[in-house]
Structures are given as structure tokens and as C-alpha cells.
């Protein structure tokens, strides 16, 4: 079981680039990292996925160094609705299915 | 496409009654899982199944009771209601692989009081 490892909190500016951090030292070789977004009151929802190396999608950028041992999650000029907890879990590749546990995620706030 | 419907969305019990939330999804995956949400914490995984006629437990599976007769069913059980089980309930539904591998779909939650 991949367990990840995030910050619990972080503090932002609107206007500002955020980065999000977590730790998975156990993913499995055909595991993809997923991101999701959570507002209160509402399921989590997918933000961006990748399996090493970098990519980009019109909300996010997502860094994957070599070792696949973390991924860093980045949202490029922050604003209040950014406001939310962030997850990062690993996702089964095709062929394989598992239960999929999520961490304590990082409440970001951004302020104005 | 409804995508992932759970009901209720509010339900209060008093300590004792026995009730199901109700998880259907019309995406065909074969991936369900249930999850709660106390204040302030994340998601724990309770309950999964990854596919009709199997189910596994997740992290806190104690006083809850799953089954999968159908792909698209998946409900949740309470057998006994606790005020510790008091918390927002979150179904989800994912396939390995696509476009978005094993991404999960969510439900809007249900909200369970227990007196």
C-alpha cells in the first residue's frame, strides 16, 4: 500500500505560485500520481495525474523527479478560489485495481 | 450520464437504528469505494470493491456492511448506528486505466447525524 505524506497547511497570496509537496516512498512501478482538489462540502475532484517527469494541464503542473519517491504539485498564480485541500494519492495502471487510500491532504488558504 | 449518485443526502438516526446509504454509478467501473470525512480530516477508506461479487475492507471498517450484487450498486450498511459514526460519507467510482488512469469520481456525499 502506497502511503503518501503531505504538509498538513499552507498559507498563500492571491497572485502568487504555489507548490505542494508529497512524499510516496512505496509507489508501486505502475502506479500514476493523481492530485485531487476538495472545496468544503464536496467530493474531491481530479486536478492533474502523471507518471514522471513534468506535465502541464490548463489548471496545474505536475513534477515527477526520476525516482518517482515524491511529486510536486504546482498551481501558478493563486487566487481565493484556489482556497481548498489538496490529495495525492497513487493510482492503479491498467490491468490492476486496489484500494486506493487517501492522506490527510494540505489545506491551502489563500489570502488576498 | 448521472455519473456517481448517492443517497440520502441528509439522514439522522438515533443510536442503534440500522440504515444503507445507497452509491449507484453509470460509468460502468468496476473500482467502488466508500470513504468518510470527519471535521478537518481527510478521507479514510472504509469499505471496497473491485468488482460485482467482491469486497474488501479498508481502514475503518468496523460497524459497516458492504455487498456487490451489480457493477453499478454499491451500498453501505450501518448496522448499528454510533454517534461516532456521525460524519460525511463519500462514495467513489473509478476504472484502471483511460484517458485518466483510475481516476476517481465522487459522489456530492451524505451527511449522517447520529443521535
Known amino acids: 500500500l502506497a502511503k503518501t505524506t503531505q504538509p498538513i497547511s499552507m498559507d498563500s497570496y492571491e497572485g502568487q505560485e504555489v507548490n505542494i509537496t508529497c512524499s510516496h516512498n512505496n509507489i508501486a512501478t505502475n502506479d500514476y500520481i493523481t492530485w485531487y482538489q476538495q472545496f468544503p462540502s464536496q467530493g474531491p475532484r481530479f486536478i492533474i495525474q502523471g507518471y514522471k517527469t513534468k506535465v502541464t494541464n490548463e489548471v496545474a503542473s505536475l513534477f515527477i523527479p526520476a525516482d518517482r519517491k515524491s511529486s510536486t504539485l504546482s498551481l501558478p498564480r493563486v487566487s481565493l478560489s484556489d482556497t481548498a485541500v489538496y490529495y495525492c494519492l497513487g493510482s492503479p495502471g491498467s490491468g490492476s485495481a486496489r484500494q486506493l487510500t487517501f492522506g490527510s491532504g494540505t489545506q491551502l488558504t489563500v489570502l488576498p | 450520464n448521472a455519473g456517481v449518485t448517492q443517497t440520502p443526502k441528509f439522514q439522522v438516526l438515533k443510536t442503534g437504528q440500522s440504515m444503507t446509504l445507497q452509491c449507484a454509478q453509470d460509468?460502468?467501473?468496476?473500482?467502488m469505494s466508500w470513504y468518510r470525512q470527519d471535521p478537518g480530516m481527510g478521507l479514510r477508506l472504509i469499505h471496497y470493491?473491485?468488482?460485482?461479487?467482491?469486497?474488501d475492507q479498508g481502514e475503518v471498517p468496523n460497524g459497516y456492511n458492504v455487498s456487490r450484487s451489480t457493477t453499478e450498486d454499491f451500498p453501505l450498511r450501518l448496522l448499528s448506528a454510533a454517534p461516532s459514526q456521525t460524519s460525511v460519507y463519500f462514495c467513489?467510482?473509478?476504472?484502471?486505466?483511460?484517458?485518466?488512469?483510475?481516476?476517481?469520481?465522487f459522489g456530492e456525499g451524505s451527511r449522517l447525524t447520529v443521535l
Open positions: 460509468m460502468n467501473h468496476e473500482y
Open positions: 467513489a467510482s473509478s476504472s484502471p486505466g483511460g484517458p485518466r488512469t483510475g481516476e476517481l469520481f
Open positions: 470493491s473491485v468488482g460485482a461479487g467482491i469486497t
